[in-house]
């Protein structure tokens, strides 16, 4: 199975990779970028295990970033450090994930929701809090914004998942996307297998599994980030998030309902994860495309005080592709906030 196809996660796309498959073909980065990322950081007890905290800045509100199905909070290594410029800003790590012990329990949104609350106050990061998540990330913070709604004063969605969207571009899709899906778990537990036993690096396996050295890490980023994603631990922890995706999906549906005047961003993708480079778009990607952004603006419509932004070049993980962009919501978002 070629890697484009291993990183399209149930969510829509990357469970290993934080970089468009482009970016591949670049040299690592020489500057050790990420160094702060590429080791535990405040490891805080929640309770007989610990989960990975990194703050930095500071001012009247604290950014928290919660990060994409199946990766750490390292995701986040180009925006987090210029959001701490303007605020107090922090990335932690779901259980399993990055440098956080794993759980007995799946990262459902509702668990993962549990943990980052009981990590917040253990660590004395005290809200109020912007919320900013990619993907299954941008689920956990929703779910969260609506359990803890007198702690959170703004919402950024990165290409946010819906409760709603595996099923509704399933259908557009004409069924290819969870023939999509079931291809990728396949290969998920065929990684998961492999780990048991131990990678070969430069395998096709390691390769796919891990997509390799990541072009926009560092040194150091790059040797924590393997390290991760080759462990057995990391990947039973990645599979048993995506196994409980419904549950997510059903707790957020039980959540769901207007944010009222919550102040929110929403961005979608500007590039399709399915269009094949230099050939023509099909009509059933765009009519993926098209149902990805009506599904964004619908969650953009939950609050009157809201903005949509579709983001030229940038792919899923905007993030990685259009750091900027997502700087700038941030940053837009914080100025509509009152001391």
């Not at 199975?1 to 690592?28: H, K, N, W």
């Amino acid at each position: 199975m070629p890697r484009f196809a291993l990183r399209l996660s149930v969510t829509a796309i990357a469970i290993a990779a934080v970089c468009a498959a482009s970016s591949y073909a670049q040299a690592p980065s020489t500057v050790d970028t990420g160094l702060a990322f590429s080791h535990p950081n405040q490891l805080v007890d929640i309770g007989g295990r610990r989960l990975n905290l990194y703050c930095s800045g500071s001012g009247a509100n604290t950014v928290i970033f919660d990060a994409p199905s199946g990766m750490g909070g390292w995701v986040w290594h180009n925006v987090q450090p210029e959001v701490a410029k303007q605020t107090r800003a922090c990335v932690f790590d779901r259980a399993g994930m990055g440098f956080s012990d794993p759980s007995p329990r799946p990262n459902t949104s509702a668990n993962v929701v549990e943990d980052l609350h009981a990590a917040l106050g253990k660590a004395g990061v005290a809200p109020p809090y912007v919320l900013v998540g990619n993907s299954l990330g941008g689920a956990n913070v929703q779910l969260f914004t609506y359990r803890y709604p007198d702690e959170v004063k703004g919402l950024v969605l990165v290409e946010g998942h819906h409760e709603d969207e595996i099923d509704r571009i399933n259908v557009v899709s004409k069924g290819k996307f969870k023939e999509m899906m079931a291809g990728s778990l396949a290969y998920a537990n065929a990684c998961e297998a492999q780990a048991a036993k131990g990678f070969v690096p430069g395998s096709e396996l390691f390769t796919n599994c891990t997509g390799g050295v990541q072009p926009q890490f560092g040194r150091a980023l790059n040797a924590a980030y393997l390290a991760s994603l080759t462990s057995p631990a990391y990947w039973r922890a990645r599979n048993a998030e995506e196994d409980a995706f419904e549950v997510s999906n059903a707790q957020l549906r039980a959540a769901r309902k207007p944010f009222g005047d919550l102040p929110l961003m929403v961005l979608t993708r500007g590039v399709s994860p399915y269009a094949i480079p230099g050939k023509p778009q099909s009509e059933l990607n765009k009519a993926t495309e098209k149902e990805n952004y009506a599904i964004h603006q619908e969650m953009a419509a939950l609050s009157t005080r809201s903005t949509h932004r579709v983001v030229p070049g940038a792919g899923h993980i905007i993030q990685a592709d259009q750091p900027q962009a997502v700087i700038k919501a941030i940053s837009d978002l914080l100025a509509q906030i009152k001391p």
